[in-house]
């Protein structure tokens, strides 16, 4: 017996081998903030950028966007004595420092730039020379970073510390040199300051750091979004767990209600930093970044949330479910469109005009548009003999759709409805198809698991296998579904 050998690693290393391979070339943008960076020989922050540079040894192209306003409102406390009064954010009280300390504050953007970019290429070569470092000795991991990689010109109107004579918006982001920097292997490091834009005036200015992170993502359509927290966790108070996942639309609806005045979770610094960050990855989530990720910066923590089902943070992903709706007689037509091909090569059985349109007045029919098109449809019957078993049935994607994750949104759909349905097992007759449907659960089963009516009605000529599936589990598979489902655009 060599379990004690395996230990519990095994199970966790296979379990993680899917996603290596689905973020291998996949760019992530990591926010790091300003907390971490004041000192960079700390611990957290050198156990961060090792689990940074692992996911970079594993064909993730990382881009970094580090806070600098942190380190400059230090500096200006304990090198210039400036006060800045009681601030929600660094970056107001630096902006607020600006108006009767303006040449030192630029003076210190640049230093603090430069320090910093020497700093984070020494952090790397030194995690990556460590004896349980990350990289191979023949090849080591090289970092760009540079101010030139944006352009920024004034803020438009606005009031009070953003009217600061160095804050900036962003005006330009060089995603070319960014893409072929990531391309030769690099790890880049976007710094949050820029010059002005050629309309402008050519002064340094600073841009907030977690906005720029959220447009550099939305300007390089990035797989993700990461923001470290200092530590807080968005949690289900009636359960008393991390909340895995979210969509966007629950997102937004959250923010929406703790934006609300009068609502005492403002109050606090920490809650008004989470609702920044939840603000920033809804709108690049709107603007074509796939997944948002809040999650601790403790040494592991980003490791377990990518490479792991359970994960450690909380995400926000796209609405995959927007479009799927119960079919009506207009999809009729439609619906036996989608499945034509699939009967003619004898992978469906053939169902009719009558069938197809009494399926959709139970209720029984799914279909999936999108633009108009017709993406995916199934069907989900119940059986009076048999209340907890259902069947998925004319199962179908478009050929435009195959291939890019939207079978295994549908399937999650008709999941979750079965298990609101009461459904404890799901079961499909299918004649060549089996090997997709075992991959997501589905185990071998006899004619005798079927509901006795359906028994009843077997089509011994088409001699179709029977699969099982169990549904009580399901919240844990539909959770692993969210974090694991890329799904493209049609094409």
Not at 283 to 305: K, N, V
Not at 439 to 445: C, I, K, L, M, P
Not at 454 to 471: E, M, P, Q, T
Request: aromatic share 8%; net charge neutral.
């Amino acid at each position: 017996d060599n379990r004690d050998l395996r230990g519990e690693w095994l199970p966790l290393f296979r379990g993680s081998a899917p996603y290596v391979a689905m973020f291998r070339q996949s760019i992530m943008v990591f926010h790091i903030p300003g907390q971490l960076l004041i000192d960079t020989q700390c611990s957290e922050l050198e156990g961060l950028l090792s689990d940074i540079a692992l996911c970079a040894v594993l064909g993730v192209r990382p881009v970094l966007v580090p806070s600098l306003s942190q380190r400059v409102l230090s500096r200006l406390r304990t090198e210039y004595n400036v006060e800045v009064g009681e601030c929600a954010y660094a970056v107001e009280a630096v902006c607020n420092a600006s108006f009767k300390n303006q040449e030192t504050v630029s003076r210190l953007l640049k230093q603090e730039a430069g320090m910093l970019c020497a700093e984070v290429q020494d952090l790397f070569r030194r995690v990556a020379a460590k004896p349980t470092g990350n990289f191979d000795n023949n090849k080591s991991l090289s970092v760009f970073a540079s101010s030139q990689l944006v352009s920024a010109a004034p803020p438009r109107a606005k009031t009070g510390w953003q009217t600061s004579p160095l804050l900036g918006r962003v005006t330009g982001i060089d995603a070319a040199q960014i893409l072929q920097r990531l391309q030769e292997e690099q790890v880049v490091c976007v710094l949050p300051v820029a010059a002005g834009s050629l309309q402008g005036d050519g002064r340094l200015r600073y841009i907030p750091s977690e906005e720029l992170a959220a447009q550099v993502a939305e300007k390089l359509k990035a797989s993700k979004l990461i923001f470290f927290t200092r530590g807080q966790r968005i949690v289900d108070t009636a359960r008393g767990n991390v909340i895995p996942t979210m969509q966007l639309a629950e997102a937004s609806k959250l923010v929406e209600e703790w934006s609300k005045a009068g609502n005492s979770f403002m109050d606090k610094e920490e809650s008004k930093e989470i609702v920044r960050y939840l603000d920033l990855l809804i709108q690049a989530l709107r603007c074509g970044t796939r997944r948002g990720h809040l999650i601790d910066p403790q040494r592991g923590a980003l490791l377990q949330e990518l490479y792991t089902t359970d994960g450690s943070g909380t995400m926000i992903s796209l609405d995959l479910y927007d479009g799927i709706r119960i079919a009506r007689s207009g999809d009729v037509s439609g619906i036996l469109d989608l499945i034509e091909p699939l009967v003619k090569r004898g992978l469906l059985k053939r169902r009719n005009t009558y069938e197809v349109e009494r399926a959709c007045n139970n209720q029984e029919m799914f279909v999936w548009k999108r633009d108009e098109k017709f993406v995916g449809c199934a069907s989900l019957e119940r059986f009076e003999d048999a209340p907890g078993k259902a069947e998925l049935g004319c199962f179908v994607v478009s050929p435009l759709c195959r291939g890019k994750g939207h079978g295994a949104v549908l399937l999650s759909y008709i999941e979750r409805v079965a298990t609101l349905l009461g459904v404890r097992q799901l079961f499909l007759l299918t004649t060549q198809t089996m090997q997709w449907f075992v991959e997501r659960g589905f185990q071998n089963a006899s004619l005798d698991d079927l509901p006795p009516s359906k028994r009843a009605g077997y089509d011994l000529g088409r001699s179709s296998k029977v699969f099982i599936k169990n549904v009580s589990d399901l919240p844990s598979e539909l959770q692993q579904r969210f974090t694991f489902v890329e799904v493209d655009a049609i094409d």
